[in-house]
T-cell receptor, first 114, second 112 residues
Framework: SAVISQKPSRDICQRGTSLTIQCQVDSQVTMMFWYRQQPGQSLTLIATANQGSEATYESGFVIDKFPISRPNLTFSTLTVSNMSPEDSSIYLC???????????FGPGTRLTVL | KQEVTQIPAALSVPEGENLVLNCSFTDSAIYNLQWFRQDPGKGLTSLLLIQSSQREQTSGRLNASLDKSSGRSTLYIAASQPGDSATYLCAVTQGGSEKLVFGKGTKLTVNP
């Protein structure tokens, strides 16, 4: 299994500002994923981040709102831009293991927008 | 569009009881199914992964079964303990995609 860390673990932000969330993995992985979990809801995939190429966004998510960087095979960032209270969620990164396509998740970043 | 449903939404049982959590999915053309555990305010812990060609997987007191043709999976927890209290999530991937489609989860409370 992969060990994944995220920073920050939580934050409270003002409307209109931006927050960058970092995800670090203890081994090299091809694909990293960013999910959002809104209060009382399940997880929804925001985008898939591949090293050396543009991220692939799911329907309803756009690069201007959620820019993603993937500078190497162990690290990725997700920025939540121009935040509104509706962006209050837990944001999680995940990676796919080398065996059986099992996915492993980071501890999440709990974001509250006032 | 794949949809995943989990029943019940919440379950409360006394310690020591055996229990079953249910997961159903609308499109049977899945690649694999994964069960996760989520503690309040935390990330997800992978419990079991079942490939589409498999019928079940076991890990300790947990047993997950898959009936792909009927679009169903169950997670069986034996001899439940208060430490099992958490939300259990079921998720599937489709062939050709690594995207996980999640159910809303079952919130389990095991009372001492």
């Amino acid at each position: 299994s992969a060990v994944i860390s995220q920073k920050p673990s939580r934050d409270i932000c003002q409307r209109g500002t931006s927050l960058t969330i970092q995800c670090q993995v203890d081994s090299q992985v091809t694909m990293m994923f960013w999910y959002r979990q809104q209060p009382g809801q399940s997880l929804t995939l925001i985008a898939t981040a591949n090293q050396g190429s543009e991220a692939t966004y799911e329907s309803g998510f756009v690069i201007d709102k959620f820019p993603i960087s993937r500078p190497n095979l162990t690290f990725s960032t997700l920025t939540v831009s121009n935040m509104s209270p509706e962006d209050s969620s837990i944001y999680l990164c995940s990676v796919e293991g080398w065996q059986n396509n099992e996915q492993f998740f980071g501890p999440g970043t709990r974001l509250t927008v006032l | 569009k794949q949809e995943v449903t989990q029943i019940p939404a919440a379950l409360s049982v006394p310690e020591g009881e055996n229990l079953v959590l249910n997961c159903s999915f609308t499109d049977s053309a899945i690649y694999n199914l994964q069960w996760f555990r989520q503690d309040p305010g935390k990330g997800l812990t992978s419990l079991l992964l079942i490939q589409s060609s498999q019928r079940e997987q076991t890990s300790g007191r947990l047993n997950a079964s898959l009936d792909k043709s009927s679009g169903r999976s169950t997670l069986y927890i034996a001899a439940s303990q208060p430490g099992d209290s958490a939300t259990y999530l079921c998720a599937v991937t489709q062939g050709g995609s690594e995207k996980l489609v999640f159910g809303k989860g079952t919130k389990l409370t095991v009372n001492p």
